[in-house]
């Protein structure tokens, strides 16, 4: 129908303009090469055409603050100071806005959780909580795109009912603390978050029925809360992760400025302090404490700029015989919702 309207309106133009008819079919074919470019390709197969699982749109939304996450200009990082924990309440079907007082931040949080409507309807029912990290410059935009697509997933029984946790952190936070305290984000979300939702919501408050999810920088803060915290999290799947260099030496993402930003900002210009926070060394420091317990996934992208970083954690994985599913993506770049369609079939066996 939306193909068929912008034939009509142009035919109905060239009819009011008079365009001579040996100007009609060159114009026909530039229509039909527009409407290629410009309609939105859902997998009906897998997601359908509701509009909430529209991909298009959501591949929009998030991409607009994650493509391309660490590939930006150089300078100074917003720190905790800049950064504003008690971010403005969206208007989201499903999705309520709370705040609690923090002293890991000393600040008042806010976050985004969206509960689904067998949430409201089983009040003696505990469910699963998956907690979505975004990337390096925040994913507020990406939220309303993720709970429409989870939330049709959930009534065409693609996955179980489940919470979702969107916490706003300081860009290119890493989803660690600063060497400074400058922003505490992992202790925050580590010791007040998961105990805030556990009290506030009916959660299955137990590692088998807490889920973490990210995409790029929240992709590598989902790894590293696997790999720290296997009494928390029974399950950890990263989209695209980065920053994945071993010792912060290859960033084909990054520049040099922005590269030593990022280091001075978060580990005090420290490329050891780096190095033991990574997700590469903690899948060797903590190996014996997670392998085993945590569901491990890891996606990218064929086309992903840091393609090579991830295949060789990837390999570094194996080599130390960590259990996960890897799954390379093709013709994808570094696109979380591009990423999510090209798993076709195992796209929903991550979740409940």
């Known amino acids: 129908m939306r193909i068929d309207s912008k034939y009509s309106t142009l035919l109905n133009a060239m009819t009011m303009t008079r365009l001579p008819k040996y100007l009609w079919l060159p114009c026909l074919l530039l229509a039909a090469l527009f409407v290629a470019c410009t309609s939105t390709d859902v997998d009906g197969s897998d997601v359908g055409q509701s509009p909430d699982s529209n991909a298009s749109e959501a591949d929009t939304a998030d991409d607009a603050d994650d493509v391309n996450d660490d590939a930006h200009d150089g300078g100074d990082i917003p720190n905790g100071d800049q950064f504003s924990w008690a971010q403005e309440p969206l208007d989201i079907p499903g999705v309520s806005y709370h705040t609690f007082e923090s002293t890991a931040v000393d600040d008042t949080v806010g976050i985004h959780v969206f509960a689904p409507q067998p949430y409201h309807a089983q009040t003696d029912q505990d469910f699963p909580v998956l907690y979505w990290l975004h990337g390096s410059l925040g994913g507020r935009g990406g939220i309303e795109p993720l709970t429409q697509l989870f939330s049709y997933a959930m009534r065409e029984g693609y996955v ?17 603390d600063a060497y400074d305290g400058s922003a505490n984000v992992e202790e925050l979300y580590i010791t007040e978050l998961v105990p805030f939702i556990d009290a506030e919501f009916r959660t299955i408050a137990s590692p088998e029925g807490r889920y973490v999810e990210g995409f790029s920088m929240g992709g590598y803060g989902a790894l590293r809360y696997a790999f720290l915290y296997p009494d928390i999290f029974g399950a ?9 260099s071993p010792d912060f030496s290859d960033t084909p993402a990054v520049d040099e400025e922005r590269r030593q930003a990022i280091l001075d ?7 050891q302090g780096y190095i033991d926070a990574s997700p590469w060394t903690l899948a060797e420091t903590e190996f014996d404490r997670f392998n085993g317990e945590v ?13 090579a ?13 960590v259990d996960h599913d890897f799954f390379l993506i093709p013709d994808v770049g570094h696109q979380p919702v591009a990423l999510h369609q090209g798993l076709g079939e195992d796209r929903w066996t991550f979740y409940p």
């Not at 900002?265 to 490329?271: A, C, E, M, N, R």
Request: aromatic residues 10%; charged residues 20%; without cysteine.
């Open 295 to 307: 569901d491990l996934r890891l996606v990218m992208g064929e086309l992903d700029a840091t393609r």
């Open 160 to 176: 179980s009912p489940f919470l979702i946790v969107f916490l706003d952190a300081p860009p290119f936070s890493l989803w660690l």
């Open 309 to 321: 970083n991830k295949e060789d954690f990837h390999e570094h994985l194996v080599q130390l015989d």
């Open 265 to 271: 900002q978060l580990f005090g210009g420290d490329i």
């Open 236 to 244: 950890a799947s990263s989209l695209a992760a980065g920053p994945l």
